[in-house]
């Protein structure tokens, strides 16, 4: 059984519906972690009105190369100035000088700007798992240690054990991400110290899956669940058509609900937070 865990949200700055959320799941429900990112259009929101008013909430970088302004002027990433990446154009971008020279500044430029802000962070991870391509993991993991950022987050969940309590929901997309990431993990320095849940379900996490986990998972003493949860309503049709098209199915998906409702189940009473 799981003794501890990190329930994490993701995307803090993306939108006002993401940040009111984590505020609500950090001040009135389990939520314990938060992800923020440094370029997007609701971080000064977050750094403002959000995280001040959740003093427990642990906050960490959420390394954005895939959409909103580039912090590195010129970068060789950006298209006038906009990442507008993907996972995959990133995995199978050629590798120069030059890229690795612009990942590392930008990458840098949005640690420097969340601890220009105050914050404290608390570990990194990275906004549609860009983190574990293994030539960003190693800059990710240096810069971790430049900066004393003590957790960076793994994908290192157990395939047949995860599937055993999540393969009955998950989808096919789902599936291919898991093995791609484990596969790519392979390939980057890992802790193993703590746990991940859960690809299979990702974006679309479910209680009755994870309770189950939870309680019958025998290789982690303490398991990260990452949720994207979002109070829908929020966010106005103008800041919607600044966004690509697959950033807004996503913040209008009813799963953005389900997450946020999830950080209140109280079942999470039977798990200590871990301070990481």
């Given at each position: 059984?799981?003794?501890?865990?990190i329930l994490n949200a993701d995307d803090l700055g993306f939108?006002?519906?993401?940040?009111?959320?984590i505020l609500k799941a950090n001040t009135e429900g389990?939520?314990?972690h938060a992800s923020l990112m440094a370029n997007t259009a609701y971080f000064d929101h977050a750094i403002s009105e959000i995280i001040?008013?959740?003093p427990q909430l642990k906050v960490g970088v959420h390394v954005n190369l895939t959409c909103a302004a580039a912090l590195l002027s010129g970068n060789i990433l950006?298209?006038?100035?906009e990442l507008k990446n993907t996972f995959v154009t990133l995995l199978f971008r050629r590798k120069t000088k030059k890229v690795l020279e612009d990942l590392e500044k930008e990458i840098e430029l949005q640690i420097l700007k969340i601890k220009k802000a105050g914050v404290n962070i608390s570990h990194i991870d990275g906004h549609e798992h860009v983190h574990i391509i293994p030539s960003i993991n190693k800059i990710v993991r240096k810069l971790a240690k430049k900066y004393n950022i003590q957790r960076v987050r793994e994908i290192n969940e157990n395939i047949f054990e995860s599937y055993q309590f999540n393969g009955r929901t998950a989808s096919f997309a789902n599936v291919i991400k898991l093995f791609l990431l484990k596969f790519l993990s392979l390939f980057n320095e890992n802790s193993g110290e703590v746990g991940f849940y859960s690809m299979l379900n990702t974006c679309e996490i479910n209680g009755k899956n994870l309770f189950s986990f939870l309680q019958n998972n025998k290789t982690y003493e303490t398991v990260e669940v990452?949720?994207?949860p979002s109070i829908l309503g929020l966010d106005s049709a103008?800041?919607?058509k600044s966004l690509d098209e697959r950033f807004v199915k996503?913040?209008?998906d009813d799963h953005r609900k389900s997450e946020y409702d999830l950080c209140f189940d109280e079942r999470f009473e039977h798990f200590a937070n871990r301070d990481v």
């Open positions: 059984m799981v003794k501890k865990i939108s006002k519906g993401v940040n009111e959320a389990y939520l314990s001040p008013n959740c950006s298209i006038n100035g990452m949720v994207h103008e800041y919607f996503f913040l209008k």
